[in-house]
T-cell receptor, first 114, second 114 residues
Framework: NAGVTQTPKFRILKIGQSMTLQCTQD?????MYWYRQDPGMGLKLIYY???????DKGEVPNGYNVSRSTTEDFPLRLELAAPSQTSVYFC?????????????FGPGTRLTVL | GQQLNQSPQSMFIQEGEDVSMNCTSS?????WLWYKQDPGEGPVLLIA?????ELTSNGRLTAQFGITRKDSFLNISASIPSDVGIYFC??????????????FGQGTILTVHP
């Protein structure tokens, strides 16, 4: 049981480039989340999904897109990278049943946009 | 959006000392959670609190859900070097179906000197 895995661990992008951050969970969780963590700012929710085919915006969705075609995968897409998107990105998942349930986090992707 | 104010921002303590940190909000939360983040890793859940006034322990950690539902406290007794890391509070709002969308505090950076 690998839990939540994220790739890549590190990435440097040039302004205007695009990339996809991958997230996979093997716990058969219904809910998945993407957060970004800026220094001294805690984690902010970018997008979330309550099941395959269902996604919705979080607190800071601008500049990002997501899709959820399977239960296991929840990729995050950056279309036109900007320096403001330099951050550490965390994917998380939970069962989504019961109130509340535990979110399990991946190890993170550290992204730098130059 | 909702904000959680976590304090202190950082703490430098000697091994064996007790630690206290707290989190406050201007709005009510239904659930309070405390996470720890080790360097280069994602946050890991330490304690979950579901009822106002609840006091819950996990080993040397004790957390309380404030009576007003607007605050929570975390205490660590007899600190050890492996307690080093960033501690985050997180809250789940009291707003019907929230799909597990957590609001995080800014984090408390804990350094323990041997």
């Amino acid at each position: 049981n690998a839990g939540v895995t994220q790739t890549p661990k590190f990435r440097i992008l040039k302004i205007g480039q695009s990339m996809t951050l991958q997230c996979t969970q093997d716990m058969n969780h219904n809910y998945m989340y993407w957060y970004r963590q800026d220094p001294g700012m805690g984690l902010k929710l970018i997008y979330y999904s309550v099941g395959a085919g269902i996604t919705d915006k979080g607190e800071v969705p601008n500049g990002y897109n997501v899709s959820r075609s399977t239960t296991e995968d929840f990729p995050l897409r950056l279309e036109l990278a900007a320096p403001s998107q330099t951050s550490v990105y965390f994917c998380a998942s939970s069962y989504g049943t019961g109130i509340p349930d535990t979110q399990y986090f991946g190890p993170g992707t550290r992204l730098t946009v130059l | 959006g909702q904000q959680l104010n976590q304090s202190p921002q950082s703490m430098f303590i000697q091994e064996g000392e007790d630690v206290s940190m707290n989190c406050t909000s201007s709005s009510i939360f239904n659930t309070w959670l405390w996470y720890k983040q080790d360097p280069g890793e994602g946050p890991v859940l330490l304690i979950a609190l579901y009822k106002a006034g609840e006091l819950t322990s996990n080993g040397r950690l004790t957390a309380q859900f404030g009576i007003t539902r607007k605050d929570s406290f975390l205490n660590i007794s007899a600190s050890i070097p492996s307690d080093v890391g960033i501690y985050f509070c997180a809250g789940l709002p009291f707003l019907g179906t929230s799909y597990g969308k957590l609001t995080f505090g800014q984090g408390t950076i804990l350094t323990v000197h041997p």
